[in-house]
């Protein structure tokens, strides 16, 4: 077993011995779960285990499957895991399925508290979750210097990620999956004064009425760090492929972002959308988005409107730089209507060519 240079400071410091669990039952899994060290393992044998884990203080704890070819599945519960204050947390090669609230719950035990650090989940499933209402794939608050990479979400009533006070995120080569009977609001949410966020390689089909929502509404009290006068700050949406649902994207109480080099197909209503939900006083307007490099199809009969707009925003600080446009039922009536002018953009060639 490696070693990662954090626990190896721990065990040094602390004299604690770090332990590697082999679970392969319900009930090896609950023993282990009441012993649990610092710098623990858990091997999961495959099959599938019940869900409604908790897990609260461990440090840099790694709970993985034993053969990554055969992922255990957590099922059933409300929640699949729910881990609070638990910095260096890894997940490995999980399989979370048919949770009626959340199918992963990560947070730092409440607003008052530090935030948690250095947390990967790689490789994860996370299906079938709600079905309707506000419940997450993934459900992540106050952690900082996180790592999403891989994992596959397919079927969830709130959002596949959602993020509540978050910085310094990457998530990257994820895969998010619109189910018929899942009410799905977004793909990613970034919120609650997010920033430092990151969504590079991923792909989004029906995922939800706005696939990628940079920003959103959350209750003042729930902001991370309090008093932040942005929903999402500094969030970049690179190289991603984003097929179908109502729009592309939504920027909602933004106040920096960067939407480049993303492959949009056949949005349904609108390309992007322009939002404030937040209205208390003093909060930054939705403003300073650059969108750059884009291709974009999509047809007239659908699109009439490609930015949507609402009021209380900044819509002139945006910038529209470079992308294609292509309506593919209309080439001809490609050029959109944008809140400013685009420099270099080029319209009415397939950009699929």
Request: glycine share 18%; aromatic share 4%; with cysteine.
């Given at each position: 077993m490696r070693v990662r240079p954090f626990l190896l400071a721990l065990i040094v410091a602390t004299g604690t011995k770090a332990a590697t669990h082999r679970i392969g039952s319900d009930t090896e899994l609950r023993s282990s779960l009441r012993s649990l060290q610092e710098g623990d393992v858990l091997l999961i044998a495959p099959g599938v285990y019940s869900g409604g884990h908790h897990v609260e203080g461990i440090v840099n704890l790694t709970v993985e499957a034993l053969d990554p070819a055969q992922p255990p599945r957590f099922a059933g519960?409300?929640?699949?895991?729910?881990?609070?204050?638990?910095?260096?947390?890894?997940?490995?090669?999980?399989?979370?399925?048919?949770?009626?609230?959340?199918?992963?719950?990560?947070?730092?035990?409440?607003?008052?508290?530090?935030?948690?650090?250095?947390?990967?989940?790689?490789?994860?499933?996370?299906?079938?979750?709600?079905?309707?209402?506000?419940?997450?794939?993934?459900?992540?608050?106050?952690?900082?210097?996180?790592?999403?990479?891989?994992?596959?979400?397919?079927?969830?009533?709130?959002?596949?990620?959602?993020?509540?006070?978050?910085?310094?995120?990457?998530?990257?080569?994820?895969?998010?999956?619109?189910?018929?009977?899942?009410?799905?609001?977004?793909?990613?949410?970034?919120?609650?004064?997010?920033?430092?966020?990151?969504?590079?390689?991923?792909?989004?089909?029906?995922?939800?009425?706005?696939?990628?929502?940079?920003?959103?509404?959350?209750?003042?009290?729930?902001?991370?760090?309090?008093?932040?006068?942005?929903?999402?700050?500094?969030?970049?949406?690179?190289?991603?492929?984003?097929?179908?649902?109502?729009?592309a994207a939504a920027f909602v109480g933004v106040d920096g972002a960067e939407f480049s080099d993303n492959t949009v197909l056949h949005p349904k209503r609108w390309i992007f959308r322009i939002l404030q939900e937040t209205r208390a006083e003093g909060f930054t307007p939705c403003r300073n988005v650059l969108v750059s490099g884009n291709r974009i199809v999509f047809r007239r009969d659908q699109v009439v409107t490609e930015v949507n707009i609402g009021d209380g925003t900044a819509p002139e600080t945006f910038r529209f730089e470079g992308n294609r446009w292509f309506a593919e039922d209309r080439p001809q009536a490609s050029r959109p209507r944008l809140p400013v002018a685009e420099t270099d953009g080029v319209h009415g060639q397939d950009p699929r060519d």
């Open positions: 519960g409300t929640t699949g895991w729910h881990f609070s204050r638990c910095p260096g947390l890894c997940l490995r090669h999980l399989i979370v399925s048919g949770q009626s609230v959340n199918g992963l719950n990560l947070d730092e035990g409440g607003t008052a508290r530090p935030a948690v650090t250095g947390v990967m989940l790689e490789n994860l499933t996370v299906e079938d979750i709600g079905p309707k209402g506000n419940h997450d794939g993934i459900k992540i608050s106050g952690l900082t210097d996180l790592v999403i990479c891989g994992c596959r979400i397919t079927g969830w009533g709130g959002q596949g990620i959602d993020l509540v006070g978050c910085h310094r995120v990457r998530i990257e080569g994820c895969h998010f999956t619109g189910k018929t009977g899942y009410s799905a609001s977004a793909g990613i949410q970034i919120k609650g004064g997010s920033s430092g966020v990151t969504v590079e390689n991923c792909d989004f089909d029906d995922a939800g009425e706005r696939p990628l929502n940079v920003g959103g509404s959350t209750g003042l009290e729930f902001f991370r760090p309090p008093g932040a006068r942005h929903e999402a700050k500094d969030v970049v949406v690179r190289g991603n492929r984003i097929r179908r649902s109502l729009c």
